[in-house]
Structures are given as C-alpha cells and as structure tokens.
C-alpha cells in the first residue's frame, strides 16, 4: 500500500491506496478509536477487483491535518468524503465504505451527493434512524458510557494515562476475544498528543452539543440523518460491545433497494480486522456487482 497525501475540503489528507489509478475509487473510512491502518486488510483484495482503494485518515487524525476551524460534527466528515471524492478523481462509478464514525459518514456522503457513489458499505453502526430510541436502553447506555463521558473535560485527561490505557480497554471491550495490540498501537500514534486527542473527542462533543454545530453544514448534517439512496451493505458483529445487536433497529428499512445485511458471527465491533477473510468477500463481491 502506497502512502500519499491530497489536498480536500481545505485539508491536507494522509492516505494509503492500492490498485489501478484509473479504477473505480473504493474510499474507506475509520473511526473512532482507531485509523486509516484498519483497511489494511480490504485495500488489496479491493485493489484485486480492479478498484483505486484510498484509506484516509480523518480529520484530526495525524498524520491528516488538525482543521483549523475546529468541525468535527458528522456534517464536516460528510463534507470531507464527497471532497476526498472530487479531489482522488472519483466518477459515477465510485464506492465508499465506512466503520464506526466512517459509517454515519458514509450515510451522509451518499444521501448528500448521491451521484458521486455508485454502491456503499458500512460496518459497526447502523443508519441513525434505525438505532431510535434503543440509545437509551439500560443495557446500551452501559456499553455508550465512553460517549457521554467525552462530554467532560476530565475525558481530555484521562485518555493519556497510563500510556492510553483507555484506548487498550476499549479495544478489549468492544471486541472480547481480539488482539488487537497492533491495532491499538497505530491508534495512538495517531492521536497520542493533547490536539489529537482533543480532535478525536471532538466528533463525541459535536455530536451532543448543538452549539458545536454549524450552520453552514446544516445540509451534509441533515443527510447523515437521511435514508441512503443507493445500495448499501450493512455488516455487523454478533458479539459487539460497543453497538449491541440488539440496538441496531431495522437497518434495511432506511437503506436503499437493493440494500443487504449480514450479521457476522464470532466478531465484536472490530468485525473487518476479526474476520477479514468473511468480510472482504462480502464486501468487494457487494460493491463489485
């Protein structure tokens, strides 16, 4: 996988890539706590299907500039998406792919500028709708804790001791079973100064603080709401502990025709890095047809 950098949406983005330049762009998403590392298994199966595989890593995470304006509400990852588009040369023919916050992102881009994306693919979080009221069940409201913890200021603190501790205990939560040393290690490469970390918790606080959102993404922010027009696979890990299963609703109901679902058995929320082999088949066969 080559590393390169581009130019999108006023940002300088760090990516890998593999496959033909001239193929179909594959755009693929992270989110949170982890980076652009975690495609490294989709890339080049992606790149073998003829598709131009791009993992950038987002907005605030190193080696992807820190925004100077400071937008980390999904509007601005929306926004980025459809760039990153523009700027890698993507046509009607291109795809776009999405984990955890790279999910919702994905939503976003292609209800927002659904001529950009041909097919989608998302993991680890269903569309916003169909999550509803389940959020705030006893049993996701333990797995959700981190998130409304973000919302102090302690959280800026806590996540560096003990050499981000934090980060290794989500990891282990998330995804009982996994190792994911490496993994976690590329994390805090990522965001282990105080800006980075300030940045990463950033999407948690705009998510909740409406004074953090802006107006001039009032658009991108409402498709990240919106049903996706265009067909989407929806992965999901049996044993995740970060979005149970039994909160995702009904994804396929706000999901275009053509839309599939698959549950993936003996995976958590790290369910492309758990079972990469299951994953990537479904993916780039999805994506492909």
């Known amino acids: 996988m080559g590393h390169r950098t581009v130019s999108a949406n006023g940002l300088e983005f760090a990516y890998f890539e593999a496959g033909p330049a001239d193929g179909p762009l594959a755009l693929c998403l992270h989110g949170f ?75 976003g881009a292609v209800a927002h500028q659904p001529d950009r994306w041909r097919r989608a693919a998302a993991a680890a979080v269903p569309p916003t709708s169909a999550i509803g009221m389940s959020l705030f069940s006893y049993a996701q409201l333990q797995s959700s ?35 994911g040393t490496w993994d976690v290690a590329k994390v805090k490469e990522s965001i282990g100064d105080p800006a980075h970390i300030t940045a990463a918790i950033g999407y948690y606080r705009a998510l909740y603080l409406p004074e953090l959102q802006v107006p001039e993404l009032a658009d991108e922010q409402a498709a990240s709401m919106a049903p996706t027009p265009k067909p989407t696979l929806y992965l999901h890990g049996r044993d995740d502990a970060c979005m149970l299963l039994g909160s995702i609703g009904e994804p396929l109901q706000f999901l275009a025709e053509g839309s599939d679902m698959e549950i993936v058995d003996a995976a958590g929320h790290f369910l492309h890095l758990e079972q990469p082999d299951l994953v990537n088949r479904r993916i780039v066969e999805f994506l492909a047809s």
């Open 33 to 107: 706590p982890d980076s652009a590392h975690t495609w490294r298994h989709l890339l080049p199966e992606l790149a073998q299907a003829g598709f131009h595989a791009v993992a950038p890593f987002l907005r605030g995470y190193a080696p992807t500039q820190i925004p100077v304006d400071g937008h980390y509400q999904i509007g601005a990852v929306v926004r980025d998406a459809n760039a990153l588009h523009e700027a890698l040369g993507g046509g009607d023919d291109a795809v776009i792919i999405g984990h955890d916050w790279g999910a919702l992102a994905t939503y």
């Open 145 to 179: 804790w981190y998130m409304f913890f973000f919302l102090s200021p302690l959280a800026d603190m806590a996540l560096p001791l003990d050499d981000f501790s934090f980060i290794d205990g989500l990891w282990a939560d998330w995804s009982p079973g996994y190792d």
